[in-house]
């Protein structure tokens, strides 16, 4: 008489992500930093490979666009100044936008210009749009040199609140990681974004005080204004180097709006990264 074995059932291991929001690991990112320095070296390298001039574009973009905006905007159409030359006025507000037009920009297509990445090994998903707005302080310091030296054509030289500049600079660099998180995290699954990204700066431009002061606004416009924070950094940047007249508070509701922009842009980038490499 024979029996029939029955073997037991291979277990089945489901795998699903978490259904709530994981914190960020800040320690996990600090043992990834050799890697957060390498992303920032490469970007740096591949941006310059192969151009004939290299790392001279740091400096003929803002020289030329403070030329062209010096021309029109303040010989021709005869915009304001704040009382100091026009071609220092523009190339001071030209400095920290460039800055951060360029960390939103290469923050957004972080996903998916590193999808390999994403695919084969695990990484920190952070550390991808940090290493994108660091990369562009770089060319940031290069072209602050050239506007250093052209002060004194001008008879101008940084003043005493240039200590402040630093504070600038991270302020800047805050505000593009912090839209940047959003933005990166939509474009992994709609990659309009990227093509609507550079749209986007460019009307941020115009809506930011680069060629013109925030002098010529109407009081009613002041609090609606202080909610673009690139509008206190570049007052902030002209006080510092040529004093003009500090930003005043409502710098302090600009770093407000950019606080909660970033906890909530790390709060969605955080729960949707888990899909990132099965969509990219």
Known sequence: MSETITKDPVPTIIIEPPKRWVPVNWREIWEYRELLYFFVWRDLKVRYKQTAIGVSWVVIKPFFSMVVFTLFFGNVLKVPSDGVPYALFSFAGILPWNLFADGLGRSTGSMLENAGILTKVYIPRLILPIASVISPVVDFFVALVIFILIMPLFHYVPTVNVVAVPLFIAFTVFTALSLGLWLASFAVKYRDIIHAVPFLIQIGFFVSPVIYPVTILPPS??????????????DGFRWAFLGTAAPGPSIFISLGVVIVMFISGLFFFRSVEQYFADIV
């Open 221 to 234: 416009m002041k609090f609606l204004y202080s909610l673009n924070p690139m509008a206190g950094i570049i």
